[in-house]
C-alpha cells in the first residue's frame, strides 16, 4: 500500500499569463518551487505523525521518499510505503527495549497507537520478531495447536503502516496546507526576482 501527496498551485490564470510572457524562466521558477514545496511536506509530514501517533519521527523517516521535479518536469511527489508498524515503535506498556521472543506480561498491556486513545491488550500475546525485524504482539489463534514453533496460527496486534498515518485526515490536511502555502510563496518571490531583473 503506498500513499503520496500532491502538490497543486492556485491561480492558475496568473500561471498562464506569466508563462506567456516569460515561459523558460516561469518554468524555471515553477521547478524549484515545487521542489521546496514537497521538503516542505515531508518535514510537516513527520511532525504531523509524531503529533497524532505515538511514532518518533525518526521511526517513520526511512518510509517516506521524495520524488522531486527534474529535466522538463514539474510533478514533484511525497510517496509513503511500507507495511504496519512493529509495536514497539507506539506506545506499549509494560515494554522492554528487546524483549525477548515469547516474552508476555502475566496482566496484559496497554496500547496507545493514536495519542489519546488507550486500549487494554490480553496477556495472550506475547512479543514476536518477523520478517524484516519489526517487533510485533502476537497471540496464537488455536493454542492447542502442535506446531507451537509455527507463525501460520499468530495473530498480529494491529497496528498502522506510515501510508494509513500520512493518510490520517488531520495529518494530511495540515500537510496540504503547510505544502501550498510554501508553494505559493515561493513561487511568488522567485517570479517577482525574474521579472525584477527584466524591468
Known sequence: MARSVEIKLDGADDLRRYLAAMPRET??????????AVKTAHNEALIQISRTYTISMRNVERDLKEFLAKGG??????ASRGRPRGALNFDISPSEANPKRAWTSKSGYRAQILRGVSRAVSR?????????????LARRQNPSARDKDSNR?????????????????????????ATKQTLEEV?????????????
Open 153 to 177: 496460527d499468530l495473530h498480529i496486534f494491529k497496528t498502522v503502516s506510515t501510508p494509513q498515518m500520512l493518510g490520517n485526515k488531520d495529518v494530511s490536511e495540515k500537510v496540504s496546507e
Open 124 to 136: 495472550d500475546y506475547f512479543w514476536i520478531e518477523l520478517k524484516g525485524g519489526n517487533v510485533h
Open 27 to 36: 518554468e524555471s521558477v515553477l521547478r524549484s518551487s515545487v521542489n521546496r
Open 187 to 199: 513561487f511568488a518571490k522567485g517570479m517577482e526576482r525574474r521579472l525584477m531583473k527584466g524591468i
Open 73 to 78: 518536469s514539474i510533478v514533484a511527489k511525497l
